[in-house]
């Protein structure tokens, strides 16, 4: 499967948000959200294959913004990966991973970030509990009814699903904006998200 700019463009049901488009973010800007699908997109599609990739939606409670999720991510990535197989994390092995960082709206929580997570082999009942487990018993996410969701990228493996999601964790993505931002170090530093 190949995924560009002409077929994300050109895909019938249109994948972009137009101008109407209730869920349109205030500042959309088509060229860098496009950008930023083809970055995550060439992050994960070496070997591709729908079965092995999880959405996981991580919402925080209220009183947790945006800076405390970014700090958060380096144990929310260790937690993921010890979840997915314990004895590769011990020799050091981390779980792909990639976390987009959603702002405040009205219809949810507060900051949240919707990760791509790789599961070699598929997610086991026993490690998606291991991993509800390890990441609601973290600070940021205790006690917070909605703090963990998990699902397949797309059980259907279908072009269009797979694009709808990763331009859903791109949508955000502005001039001053990228969601991704973490992923992205500049000169050997992860970059912090502008406030």
Sequence with gaps: ?????????????SILYSPGHPKRPVNYNQTKVLDNI??????????????VWY???LSPLKRFDKS?????????????????????????????FYASLEHTDDSCYGDHLHCLLEVPGGLQRHQEQRLNRNLKSMQIFKDS?????????????DFIDICKTLHYHCKQTTEFNDPYAYHKPTNK???????
């Design 1 to 13: 499967m190949e995924i560009t700019n002409e077929n994300i463009i050109f895909s019938k049901p």
């Design 38 to 51: 083809i970055w995550i997109w060439n992050q994960i599609k070496d070997s591709f294959n729908a079965d």
């Design 55 to 57: 959405v996981l939606n």
């Design 68 to 96: 405390d999720l970014i700090r958060s991510l380096p144990h929310i990535i260790n937690r993921s990966s010890v979840a997915i197989n314990p004895r590769t994390h011990r020799k050091g092995h981390k779980t792909r």
């Design 145 to 157: 009814s909605r703090s963990v969701s998990i699902r397949q990228l797309s059980p259907s493996g």
């Design 189 to 195: 530093k992860k970059p912090v998200l502008p406030e």
